[in-house]
């Protein structure tokens, strides 16, 4: 599976971007997908993630209310809105993809097998 992010940008606080995960390779509709971020500096954090299926999605606290997770099966591709953006949302956002078919929902990287290269996400005034 190979996936490819984009969308990322400038944005001013309060602002709303989207970003967008297109998988090849294979279908991922069995998998679960999810986002993480990474700032400068710091770890390599879980944002957000969907269910096979939609059967039921996760988010951070920092993402609840503000970030929304979506998948378009017939596309292969995963979407995360995100509203109401802060400056600490500044961070490169990357999407992957868990190994297994039909599993559950992690926060952990190491749970994740597939990864894209990430697209910067910059929030400042």
């Known amino acids: 599976v190979q996936l490819q992010a984009s969308g990322g940008g400038l944005v001013q606080p309060g602002g709303s971007l989207s970003v967008s995960c297109a998988a090849s390779?294979?279908?991922?509709?069995?998998?679960?997908m999810g986002w993480f971020r990474q700032a400068p500096g710091k770890e390599r954090e879980f944002v957000a993630g969907?269910?096979?299926?939609?059967?039921?999605?996760d988010y951070a606290d920092f993402a609840k209310g503000r970030f929304t997770i979506s998948r378009d099966d017939a596309e292969n591709t995963v979407y995360l809105q995100m509203n109401s953006l802060k400056p600490e949302d500044t961070a490169v956002y990357y999407c992957?993809?868990?190994?297994?078919?039909?599993?559950?929902?992690?926060?952990?990287?190491?749970?994740?097998?597939?990864w894209g290269q990430g697209t910067l996400v910059t929030v400042s005034s």
């Open positions: 390779g294979r279908t991922v509709s069995r998998h679960v």
């Open positions: 992957a993809a868990r190994l297994e078919s039909m599993a559950t929902i992690t926060t952990s990287t190491s749970s994740y097998g597939y």
């Open positions: 969907i269910g096979w299926l939609m059967s039921r999605t």
